[in-house]
């Protein structure tokens, strides 16, 4: 197979794209890694002759894996969806990749399919402190609507809290923040389940845990993980939030809720460093057998 990594150049070598480098090439697997803004599309009647590396027409892969997840621009979408035209197997698509960038917007749609989600709130400015207190108990989150590895989350501990920090965003305003109020699900302080779903099957999940008396239990904010065995009811809820946004790959976050779960996030290019570290699961090799499997490309 040859295939395309399409992620910012600066992410280049990243643990998880030297990983799909290294196993690709145990597996005779070309793989090539390109930055969106090195293209230039044309649309045109013509087809296969419209997506221009600088300034040279490209052979088309036989697959693409998207990596800019949250950080994914307009035009890193319009190169995806130029590709999707040009009937290449995007794994994942633009649209599910967009909706997944929206925290809210994924909300809406796991909500409106009765999956359990945080309570959550789109605030607006001038943002109604009374409004909110009315419909959350401090503590509370406060959180940008598109960002990851726990960047952009903050813990509200009271109203002055809160007010503090309105003061900041309502000040940024003018580069366009938006933000969102989500519910504190205090069993989940510190804690959650990180499942990685892979064609619709969960291929690993793990326990993440924060530093000591940090509510943060991201890897990448010096969170630590485990193995974790999935229940049926974890197993369920993260299929099925991946299959509502559709999509191939999905790191699905689940959060603690007494004697149950919710589902708080799902990235579309989610890392998967101390997965591997924690779980022995080879991620990317799941994935070229996952896209082997959809090519048809096994004999």
């Given at each position: ?8 150049g600066?992410?280049?070598?990243s ?6 480098q ?6 005779g ?31 088309l892969?036989?697959f693409?894996l998207?990596?800019?997840?949250s950080?994914?621009t ?6 995806i969806?130029?590709l999707e035209?040009?009937k290449?197997p ?7 990749i967009e909706?997944?960038k ?8 796991l909500?409106?399919?009765n999956?359990?989600?945080p309570?959550t709130m789109?605030?607006?400015f001038p943002?109604n402190?009374?409004?909110?207190e009315?419909?959350?108990a401090c503590p509370?989150?406060v959180k940008t609507?598109?960002?990851s590895e726990?960047k952009?989350?903050?813990?509200c501990?009271n109203r002055?809290?809160l ?11 003018d ?9 504190f ?18 291929i690993?999940a ?5 530093k000591?008396g940090k509510?943060?239990a991201?890897?990448?904010?010096g969170?630590s993980?485990?193995?974790y065995?999935?229940?049926?009811e974890?197993?369920w809820l993260s ?5 509502l946004l559709n ?10 809720d007494?004697?149950h ?11 998967f460093e101390?997965l591997e570290?924690?779980t022995?699961?080879?991620v990317p090799?799941q994935?070229?057998h ?10």
């Open positions: 197979m040859k295939g395309w990594i399409i992620c910012k600066k992410n280049r070598d643990y998880e794209n030297r990983r799909f290294e196993v690709a090439q145990e597996e697997t070309e793989l090539e890694f390109y930055d969106p803004n090195d293209f230039d599309i044309i649309t045109t009647k013509g087809g296969r002759k419209s997506l221009i590396h600088n300034g040279r027409e490209v052979s892969p036989d693409v998207p990596r800019m997840g950080g994914t307009y035009f890193g979408l319009a190169v969806r130029q035209r040009l290449v995007v794994i994942n698509g633009a649209e599910s909706q997944a929206d925290k809210l917007h994924t909300l809406q749609i909500a409106a399919d999956l359990p989600t309570k789109l605030a607006r943002v402190v009374d409004l909110i009315k419909e959350f509370l989150i609507l598109s960002g726990g952009g989350v903050f813990l501990e002055e809290h007010e503090d920090l309105l003061d900041i965003l309502n000040e940024a305003r580069v366009n923040v938006n933000f969102i109020i989500q519910e699900v205090s069993s989940s302080k510190g804690k959650d389940i990180r499942v990685f779903v892979v064609g619709g099957m969960p690993a793990m326990l993440r845990k924060g000591e509510f943060k991201n890897i990448a904010a969170g993980g485990e193995p065995e999935l229940n049926p974890v197993e299929v099925k939030a991946s299959q999509l191939d790959l999905a790191g699905v976050d689940i959060l603690f007494g004697e779960f919710k589902v708080c996030e799902v990235n579309s290019a989610p890392g101390g570290k924690a022995g699961v080879n090799h994935i070229y996952y896209i082997r499997v959809r090519l048809g490309h096994f004999t």
